[in-house]
């Protein structure tokens, strides 16, 4: 059990979920706990799937308290979205670059991982690759004055920004930082200058703590002539994570912002790189070795596997297009349009505010979340649609699902009936059956899908998107999406 909490604190502090700090009282004499030791993990088996349920409904209160936060009209802080409509690609010589893409099932987390390099001279990190975080983040240690809480233990990834000659505090009484850097500490001393920094908050008593600052990314150039060049990002919005509470960081080193907000690293990076960044995920259970690739600039065809230069097997298919909704209302995350579910081809009854932003309703494509999520009208059609096709299959118990099956009851196995969505545009979203009747145990599966609040948001989570590549088209407002391995 001690293993299922750290792995609940673990996405939701990752997730930057805490109530704003805004207006409250900081305890500076927070009990010093022993810190979180940094340290890697030994491979791990992947989250049980109750596991991920859970997380999930952390991850889900935390998205639904910032959407909150943000259609409030005077928000403490007044964070912006992205202009993302100005950030046209000036790349003159490359036009993308690639990070290693891998599921974190082998750490135990329904999370994926991408690898960054940052500082001068750059150092390796391991991180959360979330849609649905504004604010890049790595474990640090020694950035005065906040140093003195530095968790202790040795780790060889540990961001020291004073080795890096690139690093630059951001000051606390910058537009920057009380504009746009979420749960940002309000007050600012001017004499001396005060850090920007941040405080993320839990209910449950964890946090984490930093100061935000920029610094150069190193990144590998992916273009056409085949050259393996490094380029650097200047300037990217990094906080820098002196101290923490809660057990739970030793999974990734921090947490790559892939956020539509103005100083989250996909808004950067894709300012420079063809406004459009995409990502392909591997089956949630993939072994590490499973490799794709995140990519700033246009997506690699076929499959997203980076430098491959493999014949393709089959024509690849167009990809399906549907409206990308970079509304304020929604920001930090990325809103689509649904316009209908359907199960074994029968189009679902479910009331369209269901799917309206404007209603409180709406859903949202969210890479941190691992389960996804339906507001209550939609996961009770859904669901009975799916468990109605399945009424054949001998059910088991697994808390906190509602139907799953035993698997091997039978000499055949039963069939999975289609699940297919559609977005505006016509755009038509068409999961592998293993993506929302889902492997729970040996010879069980279960419907994977949770039910979330109505009003409030849906949520369609990473393994409802594996085996696709998503691209996301910043600067003319698409998601871009189609079939594929994505690893090789
Ligand atoms: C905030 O400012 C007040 C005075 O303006 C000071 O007493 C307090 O210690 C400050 N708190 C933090 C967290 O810096
Ligand atoms: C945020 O956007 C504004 C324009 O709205 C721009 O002036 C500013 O430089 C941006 N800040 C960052 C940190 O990118
Ligand atoms: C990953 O490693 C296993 C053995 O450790 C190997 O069988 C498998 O082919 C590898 N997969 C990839 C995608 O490299
Ligand atoms: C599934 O059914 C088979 C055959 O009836 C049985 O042996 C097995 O124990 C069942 N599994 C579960 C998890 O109930």
């Known amino acids: 059990m001690a293993r299922v909490r750290q792995l609940v604190l673990a996405l939701v502090v990752l997730a930057c979920a805490a109530s704003a700090s805004a207006g409250g009282a900081h305890r500076h004499h927070r009990k010093s706990r022993p810190?979180?030791?940094?340290?890697?993990?030994?491979?791990?088996?992947?989250?049980?799937?109750?596991?991920?349920?859970?997380?999930?409904?952390?991850?889900?209160?935390?998205?639904?308290?910032?959407?909150?936060?943000?259609?409030?009209?005077?928000?403490?802080?007044?964070?912006?979205?992205?202009?993302?409509?100005?950030?046209?690609?000036?790349?003159?010589?490359?036009?993308?670059?690639?990070?290693?893409?891998?599921?974190?099932?082998?750490?135990?987390?329904?999370?994926?991982?991408?690898?960054?390099?940052?500082?001068?001279?750059?150092?390796?990190?391991?991180?959360?690759?979330?849609?649905?975080?504004?604010?890049?983040?790595?474990?640090?240690?020694?950035?005065?004055?906040?140093?003195?809480?530095?968790?202790?233990?040795?780790?060889?990834?540990?961001?020291?920004?004073?080795?890096?000659?690139?690093?630059?505090?951001?000051p606390c009484s910058s537009d920057t930082c009380k504009s746009y850097v979420p749960f940002s500490l309000a007050n600012c001393s001017t004499t001396p200058p005060a850090p920007c920094s941040y405080d993320y908050r839990y209910k449950d008593d964890s946090s984490a703590r930093g100061v935000v600052g920029t610094d150069a990314a190193t990144v590998a150039l992916s273009g056409g002539n085949g050259a393996d060049k490094k380029t650097k990002l200047q300037e990217v919005v990094l906080g820098c994570t002196t101290s923490y509470d809660g057990q739970s960081f030793q999974a990734s080193d921090g947490v790559l912002s892939l956020g539509n907000s103005n100083i989250s690293f996909a808004s950067r990076a894709a300012a420079r790189f063809g406004g459009r960044f995409s990502y392909c995920l591997v089956d949630h259970l993939a072994p590490r070795n499973a490799t794709s690739y995140l990519t700033f600039g246009p997506a690699d065809d076929d499959s997203n596997t980076h430098g491959g230069a493999a014949p393709s097997a089959a024509p690849a298919a167009a990809p399906s297009r549907t409206p990308l909704l970079l509304d304020a209302r929604m920001a930090p995350f990325y809103a689509v349009t649904v316009d209908t579910v359907s199960v074994a081809g029968e189009a679902l009854d479910i009331p369209s505010e269901v799917w309206d932003v404007k209603k409180n309703g709406g859903a949202i494509l969210d890479s941190g979340t691992s389960l996804t999520i339906l507001a209550t009208p939609a996961y009770n059609a859904v669901v009975a649609a799916l468990s109605k096709q399945l009424a054949g299959v001998p059910r088991v118990t697994m808390d906190p699902f509602e139907y799953c099956y035993n698997w091997t009851a039978s000499s055949t196995?039963?069939?999975?009936?289609?699940?297919?969505?559609?977005?505006?545009?016509?755009?038509?979203?068409?999961?592998?059956?293993?993506?929302?009747?889902?492997?729970?145990?040996?010879?069980?599966?279960c419907i994977g899908l949770q039910e979330g609040a109505w009003p409030g948001v849906s949520v369609i989570g990473n393994i409802l998107q594996q085996e696709h590549l998503w691209e996301f088209d910043l600067a003319n407002r698409w998601l871009m999406f189609k079939q594929s391995r994505c690893a090789h």
């Open 35 to 170: 810190s979180a030791r940094l340290r890697l993990l030994p491979a791990a088996p992947g989250a049980s799937l109750p596991d991920r349920a859970r997380a999930d409904r952390f991850r889900h209160a935390y998205i639904s308290t910032r959407l909150a936060s943000s259609t409030s009209p005077h928000h403490a802080h007044g964070r912006r979205a992205a202009e993302t409509s100005t950030s046209t690609s000036t790349s003159p010589e490359s036009s993308a670059f690639a990070m290693p893409l891998t599921s974190g099932a082998y750490t135990g987390t329904g999370q994926y991982f991408v690898r960054l390099r940052v500082g001068t001279p750059a150092q390796p990190f391991v991180l959360v690759a979330d849609t649905g975080s504004d604010l890049t983040w790595v474990k640090c240690r020694g950035a005065s004055p906040l140093s003195s809480q530095a968790p202790s233990g040795p780790s060889p990834r540990v961001f020291r920004p004073a080795d890096s000659r690139s690093w630059a505090p951001i």
């Open 413 to 445: 196995p039963p069939a999975v009936p289609r699940l297919e969505v559609r977005f505006a545009g016509s755009a038509r979203l068409a999961p592998p059956a293993k993506s929302y009747v889902i492997d729970a145990a040996p010879g069980v599966k």
